[in-house]
């Protein structure tokens, strides 16, 4: 592994927790820390001043900090000393991937205006842009440099887009929706400070903080996700050893501490494994010391995951989850720092979990109910129907507590799954394949500007695969979709209320696409349009959710649980999440993407993913990036 590019950090059991009473920067705050050991990497007693010429490539520059005080908010840290005196806390530079070295002039991932733009507006609206606690995004440079704010300004709006789809992507995998709380203007676009600082201002991230501070930079309703155009750091972030599951929590916001600030060098700008992310995921208080993975200064060891490398000699990394997709997805089995339903008497459920950020919207509070008026799914009725009839039942349990295994995304299916070897070269160019992603998920044609940002990005290393995942997650095709159920199930385009009610339940509030489909079913429009009695709706269901005649028995059960009190939505939600509902779904997939259905194998396989908990765009996503897609005519 690398240790950014490839972040792998997670956290080891430690030591028992003690509450202590101390004074940082002159006022008495109450503590919640750890009985530490410092780090055996520099002297406790020193500070180190002379970083070896080899780590300096690497960016692993440790000038200016200190091991933190056994027992202090810095325990397990550094603590670096602003002008002032006050004492703050950062886990250390995190190192560059391998083959970077951060003195050294690096390329620059750029995208256009109108590319940028259509991602950044992607990003949820947080309310009016700027009230309560926000991520500010920052561009810093020292006086006497080159401006680049103009040039680079579209890459910071995409870069920006990207940690809050991972984000999001990663409460997805529990079933739940994160978005980052950016300071947005009245688009929704992220807005980004330009400020200049001093020649010593970049020198390290004291400097940098004394300096933003200086320029007003310091609220506490604020973290400052800083871009600094200079060549020092691979990236470097604060954080508090504060462990306690309360909004009171340090790394928090809370309203004694100003804002903490992330700082990403030009070397490390905008890759493929955003540091931009890891680092500011540090600043909402990851990784804690005491969780079950942690490593020594801050991270974890149990492999993929955004937040995970080998930070210090005799960390030993394990493959936990075993993709390297979920690189960018953040805890891949949801007990180290963030989960939005940790599991129930896990480490995660009784301390700081990164999920309920005030940054983050649905963090801080509850999210904010979906504007669509129909139903969610309920707890269903756990009688079975007689043996006569169909195989179809309503869930043990309620739906929308299901949560999908830490492998969704990362199993691979058979190795029947391809019955071609695709020719070396592939027989489609990159742009030939953006075109034809194109036409098929969203029914047209790239624009130029579309195209020239994909190119730009697979020449600087995206994966064909992590471009299919986030092209079956963006707003458009969402529409596509959902429109789509409206034609199937109520025979009409959906309105536009509706559409956007769905599609931001589906962005927002983790719903998954049969849900859409279940409100469409339950809905009063459908329960009419197919005769507007129980006994037509249950038939309509055998037609048209699993294709087959109604046997009278089977209807006959369904229509006496609907008068008990069952109602329309759990029986559709039923009808739609039966194996032989799924099979069809994935059946459909494969002869839409590729030409071809799959074979027993291949079918079982996706119908118990998709069972399990797995989002049907996965499935998508997955034929998108595969070689038969790629040698489909």
């Excluded at 703050?88 to 560059?96: K, R, S």
């Excluded at 199937?488 to 009610?501: C, E, F, K, N, V």
């Excluded at 069952?566 to 994935?586: E, I, K, N």
Aim: proline residues 7%; hydrophobic residues 35%.
């Amino acid at each position: 592994m690398t240790p950014v590019s490839s972040s792998r950090r997670r956290l080891t059991p430690l030591v028992l927790a003690v509450a202590t009473v101390i004074t940082l920067a002159g006022r008495e705050v109450g503590w919640a820390s750890q009985s530490l050991a410092a780090p055996s990497t520099h002297p406790a007693s020193s500070v180190v001043e002379n970083t070896p010429a080899a780590e300096r490539a690497r960016g692993a520059v440790f000038d200016g900090l200190r091991p933190g005080a056994e027992g202090s908010p810095c325990a397990k840290r550094y603590e670096m000393v602003l002008s002032s005196g006050e004492v703050l806390c950062t886990h250390g530079p995190d190192p560059a991937p391998q083959g970077v070295d951060v003195r050294e002039p690096a390329p620059v991932p750029m995208v256009s205006g109108e590319a940028a733009t259509a991602l950044a507006t992607s990003v949820t609206c947080q309310g009016d842009g700027t009230t309560g606690k926000r991520v500010q995004l920052v561009y810093a440079r020292a006086a006497g440099t080159t401006d680049r704010y103009a040039s680079m300004l579209p890459s910071f709006q995409q870069w920006a887009a990207r940690i809050d789809d991972m984000v999001n992507a990663s409460a997805a995998e529990e079933g739940g929706s994160r978005r980052v709380r950016y300071v947005h203007d009245a688009n929704c676009i992220p807005t980004v400070l330009k400020v200049t600082v001093t020649a010593a201002g970049d020198d390290n991230l004291a400097n940098t903080i004394d300096e933003l501070r200086a320029q007003g930079h310091n609220r506490t309703d604020r973290k400052y996700l800083v871009w600094m155009d200079a060549n020092v750091y691979c990236g470097i972030a604060q954080v508090y050893t504060d462990d306690r599951p309360g909004q009171e929590n340090y790394n928090n916001g809370p309203s004694n501490i100003p804002g903490m600030v992330a700082r990403v060098d030009s070397g490390c700008w905008g890759t493929t494994n955003l540091v931009e992310a890891h680092e500011l995921v540090h600043t909402l208080g990851s990784v804690q010391p005491g969780a079950p993975n942690a490593t020594a200064q801050g991270h974890c060891s149990d492999e993929y995951d955004r937040m995970c490398y080998a930070d210090a000699q005799g960390v030993n990394m394990r493959i936990v989850c075993s993709s390297t997709a979920l690189e960018n997805r953040l805890d891949c089995n949801g007990d180290d720092y963030f989960s939005v339903s940790p599991r129930a008497g896990s480490w995660l459920a009784a301390h700081w979990n990164t999920a309920n950020s005030g940054f983050l919207a649905g963090g801080g509070s509850p999210p904010p109910p979906t504007t669509t008026t129909t139903k969610p799914p309920v707890t269903t009725t756990t009688t079975k129907p007689p043996a006569t009839t169909t195989t179809t039942k309503p869930p043990a349990t309620t739906t929308t507590t299901t949560k999908p295994p830490a492998t969704t995304t990362t199993t691979k299916p058979p190795a029947t799954t391809t019955t071609t070897k695709p020719p070396t070269p592939l027989p489609l160019t990159n742009q030939q394949f953006v075109q034809k992603s194109y036409a098929d998920l969203l029914g047209r044609a790239p624009s130029a500007a579309e195209t020239s940002f994909w190119l730009g990005h697979f020449a600087n290393g995206l994966s064909r695969d992590t471009y299919a995942t986030a092209m079956v997650t963006t707003p458009e095709f969402r529409r596509v979709l959902v429109n789509g159920y409206y034609h199937w199930i109520l025979g009409r385009p959906a309105d536009a209320a509706g559409l956007d009610a769905y599609v931001n339940a589906i962005a927002n509030s983790g719903w998954k696409l049969e849900w859409v489909a279940m409100a469409l079913f339950g809905s009063n429009e459908y329960y009419a349009r197919v005769g507007g009695t129980p006994t037509a709706f249950v038939r309509s269901l055998y037609t048209s959710v699993l294709g087959m005649a109604p046997d009278t028995a089977g209807v006959n059960f369904w229509v006496d649980h609907l008068a008990k009190g069952l109602d329309r939505y759990t029986l559709s939600l039923a009808f739609l999440t039966t194996p032989l509902r799924l099979g069809g779904v994935v059946t459909h997939a494969y002869t839409w993407l590729i030409d071809k259905g799959p074979d027993a194998g291949l079918a079982s396989f996706w119908v118990n993913q998709l069972t399990g908990g797995m989002r049907q765009e996965y499935l998508y996503a997955y034929l998108i990036g595969s070689a038969d897609y790629l040698l489909r005519p």
